[in-house]
């Protein structure tokens, strides 16, 4: 009965502590065209899990790399997008596009911003646009090149959700080195018995 009741206790005592990763590909999206002209780009989507990713873009009116400067969305910087808001990925690559118009000329900055349902991660990638206001109706898509990032928590999004997330993963993360130090302990002591 005794071994029962240890059993139990460790079962409930033990946390399950799973990781995702997440890789997209390019790290830049890079776009030309006109005013008004549809400018998409393809995303390749890397996952180790399956299950949605909430897509969301924000701009900003100078290039930077600090997410905070990115506060205006689409509808705000009179950008139409054209692409799910909610992304199912499977276990493997996943190639989506993302279309953009345009609706005043000149150049924008943006971010790409995929994270999970539970906002505990998310990644994303940086858009540079160069807008062109005449009549020139020729493509100008750049090649996005192959360079690829991989990431594992979260990276661009300034969410006031991320360190309330990030705590309770650090919580997780020391009740699991815990529970585990206890199950150490227990089987010691069993063996001296």
Excluded at 97 to 118: H, N, P, Q, T, W
């Amino acid at each position: 009965m005794k071994k029962i009741i240890l059993f139990l206790i460790l079962v409930c005592l033990i946390q399950i502590i799973s990781a995702a990763q997440l890789k997209l590909s390019p790290t830049y999206l890079n776009l030309n065209g006109n005013v008004n002209e549809k400018i998409c780009g393809n995303v390749e989507i890397y996952s180790s899990f399956e299950g949605f990713l909430i897509s969301d873009t924000k701009w900003s009116e100078i290039k930077s790399k600090d997410i905070k400067k990115y506060k205006r969305s689409s509808l705000d910087s009179n950008i139409e997008t054209y692409f799910s808001d909610k992304i199912k990925v499977v276990n493997s690559k996943n190639n989506e596009i993302f279309c953009f118009v345009f609706k005043k000329g000149g150049d924008y900055y943006g971010a790409l911003i995929l994270s999970s349902e539970d906002k505990l991660f998310g990644i994303g990638i940086w858009i540079d646009a160069k807008i062109y206001g005449g009549n020139n109706t020729e493509e100008k898509i750049k090649d996005m090149g192959e360079e690829k990032i991989s990431l594992t928590g979260k990276v661009i999004d300034d969410s006031n959700e991320n360190s309330n997330n990030s705590l309770k993963i650090k919580l997780m993360g020391v009740l699991s080195a815990i529970n585990l130090s206890y199950l150490l302990f227990l089987l010691f002591v069993k063996r001296k018995a």
